[in-house]
């Protein structure tokens, strides 16, 4: 985790799933560069999220082996959305196949599908 720039509150889980409250820091130093005057969530920090929760529900260490697909449907701006929930389906094998995306207010920011080991 990128020290500081969210947190990880409130996680609801199921056998197969996990929906999680993550508060994001607006005044994080990150946001003044990425971008001043107009702050963004980087993708990246998104994505990581993603295996932060997953990595917390399961127990494991995760390492992202492939991303299927990846769509960033709209600009994260902390300033306006400092809470994102989480939302994660996945099957267990050797690894987890995964399909997640990130809400706050009405506004879906992304949607992936992935695979983690």
Same mark, same amino acid.
């Given at each position: 985790?990128?020290?500081?720039?969210?947190?990880?509150?409130?996680?609801?889980?199921?056998?197969?799933s996990v929906k999680a409250?993550?508060?994001?820091?607006?005044?994080?130093?990150?946001?003044?560069?990425?971008?001043?005057?107009?702050?963004?969530?980087?993708?990246?920090?998104?994505?990581?999220?993603?295996?932060?929760?997953?990595?917390?529900?399961?127990? =494991?260490?995760?390492? @992202?082996?492939?991303?299927?697909?990846? *769509?960033?449907?709209?600009? +994260? &701006?902390?300033? =306006?959305?400092?809470? @994102?929930?989480v939302f994660i389906k996945? *099957?267990?094998?050797?690894? +987890? &196949?995964?399909?997640?995306?990130?809400?706050?207010?009405?506004s879906v920011f992304f *949607?992936?599908?992935?695979?983690?080991?």
């Amino acid at each position: 985790m990128q020290q500081g720039i969210y947190q990880i509150g409130k996680l609801e889980q199921t056998e197969d799933s996990v929906k999680a409250a993550v508060k994001i820091d607006p005044s994080h130093a990150l946001f003044n560069g990425h971008f001043p005057g107009a702050p963004v969530v980087p993708g990246v920090i998104q994505l990581e999220m993603v295996q932060e929760l997953l990595a917390q529900h399961t127990g =494991r260490k995760l390492k @992202l082996k492939s991303l299927r697909t990846c *769509k960033f449907l709209e600009v +994260l &701006d902390p300033s =306006r959305h400092e809470e @994102l929930t989480v939302f994660i389906k996945y *099957k267990t094998q050797d690894m +987890l &196949d995964i399909t997640a995306s990130g809400e706050s207010g009405g506004s879906v920011f992304f *949607k992936l599908q992935a695979t983690f080991i």
